[in-house]
């Protein structure tokens, strides 16, 4: 049986006995034993608005107020949803079932304190529950995180081909198209050796500088432009606006503008790749549109030969609730829209 369908399960039983025991209370001491009214509906109301307020605490409130550094909107809401809950419960205990459980009507500020006494009592308990969960539920992110950057690491150790023998390589092919006057190639070798470099060095980092990131993807689209023969029509801008103190997590948006490339360019046709970065208040939003070429919508779920669903894993794993993925698919255009919250203190940091 599933963890989740456990814990289910051990509410509901909680839940029924509390009911039962408050019921047997009721039925056996004081002026309730000799009550002629059922129990049921003032408890069953009573039972069920406690729920509410203790699941809204654990479950909605405490698990987002948690994810922010700054806890005051958590108290207010807390504080509103006990202020809430106690003074609903006096009223309909004092209205409707304060004849029907005692044979003396007990006066409205004695219902209030009472009330105050248990609801705090149970908000305690939900904010204890709410805090644990959300404890574990992150140290069991964070296990899953360190499993895939593991992984990954492991994956990438398998595929890495030695950078010693890969740079001396790329060294003496552009010694070479240099002394013979080779320009073009001699660039080509040039920003290959950046990027490769970049990709097996920066990149273990947790983060790097937006500033970093910026001049891979203009190298990486210079590159590309060598690749581009004349025949083929292509307008490719890159816009970007930032400071240079920003960071963010190595190889996050190039795999968008491979996709770009990939799909955008086509040969006798009218290309063009719009890129655009921005940060404004923390937040980057990076844009990204091409033309789809003639492919139809339905043949372009794939970004840099490693799929959407591989960038949205990412995504999750290193912001997890601080980034928004837009993407809008056409038989004409494909755009993605990314923001991201790049002073989130949720960011995976694999240390």
Do not use: C
Not at 21 to 35: D, E, H, K, P, Y
Not at 45 to 62: D, E, H, K, P
Not at 330 to 344: K, M, Y
């Amino acid at each position: 049986m599933k963890r989740k369908s456990i814990e289910v399960i051990i509410h509901v039983f909680i839940w029924t006995g509390a009911y039962l025991l408050f019921a047997f209370v009721a039925n056996t001491i004081g002026v309730f034993s000799s009550r002629e009214h059922t129990l049921f509906y003032p408890l069953t109301v009573g039972t069920l608005i406690n729920a509410a307020m203790f699941y809204t605490a654990s479950l909605i409130m405490i698990p987002r107020g948690a994810a922010l550094k700054n806890k005051k909107p958590l108290v207010l809401q807390l504080l509103l949803l006990f202020i809430g809950t106690t003074i609903l419960k006096s009223v309909i205990d004092f209205l409707f079932f304060d004849s029907i459980v005692s044979t003396q009507k007990e006066p409205f500020e004695e219902q209030i304190i009472i009330n105050i006494v248990f609801d705090f009592i149970l908000l305690s308990l939900a904010m204890g529950y709410g805090f644990t969960r959300t404890w574990i539920k992150k140290e069991a992110q964070q296990q899953v995180m360190q499993q895939e950057k593991l992984k990954a690491e492991l994956n990438f150790l398998k595929a890495q081909i030695n950078p010693h023998f890969l740079f001396n390589t790329l060294n003496t092919a552009y010694a070479s198209a240099t002394l013979y006057g080779d320009a073009r190639t001699a660039g080509i070798i040039d920003k290959l050796s950046y990027l490769i470099r970049y990709m097996l060095y920066e990149s273990n980092e947790d983060r790097v500088l937006l500033e970093q990131e910026i001049t891979y993807i203009e190298d990486y689209i210079e590159l590309q432009q060598y690749r581009i023969s004349d025949e083929i029509r292509a307008d490719i801008r890159f816009h970007h606006q930032a400071d240079s103190h920003h960071q963010i997590a190595p190889l996050l948006l190039l795999p968008f503008v491979e996709n770009a490339f990939k799909h955008g360019i086509r040969l006798g046709e009218l290309s063009y790749i719009d890129i655009q970065l921005s940060v404004v208040d923390n937040i980057l939003s990076f844009y990204v549109k091409n033309s789809a070429g003639g492919t139809p919508a339905a043949a372009m779920p794939q970004v840099g030969g490693v799929g959407l669903a591989n960038v949205k894993k990412r995504l999750s794993l290193l912001y997890p609730s601080a980034h928004q993925l837009h993407i809008h698919n056409s038989d004409h255009h494909f755009d993605i829209l990314l923001e991201i919250n790049l002073n989130s203190h949720e960011m995976y940091s694999g240390g």
